[in-house]
């Protein structure tokens, strides 16, 4: 193996390897805000609905009924 071919075979591992950290990375988020979201009240839920709607509307500069 020529060091060039080495550099590159450490260079894909390495892309390889951070790949999987990210995937990794965003796999335990999504667990912890599918965790969050299943234990808050219905009435929480239902201020992050208000909340997630008046932003929404503040976003694109129009207002829902």
Do not use: I
Request: no cysteine.
């Amino acid at each position: 193996m020529t060091r060039n071919e080495a550099t590159n075979l450490a260079d894909a591992l390495d892309v390889l390897v951070r790949r999987h950290l990210e995937h990794e990375q965003r796999a335990e988020l999504d667990r912890r805000m599918a965790d969050y979201y299943e234990k808050l009240t219905d009435e929480e839920m239902s201020d992050q609905r208000l909340w997630g709607e008046f932003s929404e509307s503040e976003m694109t500069g129009s207002r829902r009924p």
